[in-house]
């Protein structure tokens, strides 16, 4: 696999020992600003439902649940909205348990 290319010569600090990552992704009125910024303006919007499973412990929406390849873990659905107008995400939730596949 490829490395990402950095423009900006960017290098957090991701380190579970510093608590960075848990204190952006516990800071929902932040994230609700920076996707509305990023939201203003569009017109045409796509979603994308993926799941993540994990044997990590201590997740709490972290659910069994029935999936189409019938894997029976731990597992969180992740919904993605982005804008084709910006080609930006505009929203991402994750939410408990099972989605129910729907094919079209």
């Known amino acids: 696999m490829g490395a990402l290319y950095d423009p900006n010569k960017l290098t957090p600090n991701l380190s579970p020992k510093n608590g960075v990552l848990k204190e952006v992704g516990a800071d929902r009125e932040g994230q609700n600003y920076i996707f509305g910024e990023l939201s ?4 045409q919007f ?12 201590g997740i709490n929406i972290a659910e069994d649940g029935y999936n189409k390849d019938h894997v029976y873990l731990p597992q969180i659905n992740l919904a993605l909205l982005y804008s084709v107008d910006k080609g930006l995400p505009t929203m991402v939730r994750a939410l408990p348990g099972s989605i129910k596949d729907i094919s079209i």
């Open 40 to 43: 203003r303006n569009g017109r």
């Open 46 to 57: 796509v979603y994308d439902l993926s799941v993540i499973f994990t044997r990590s412990e």
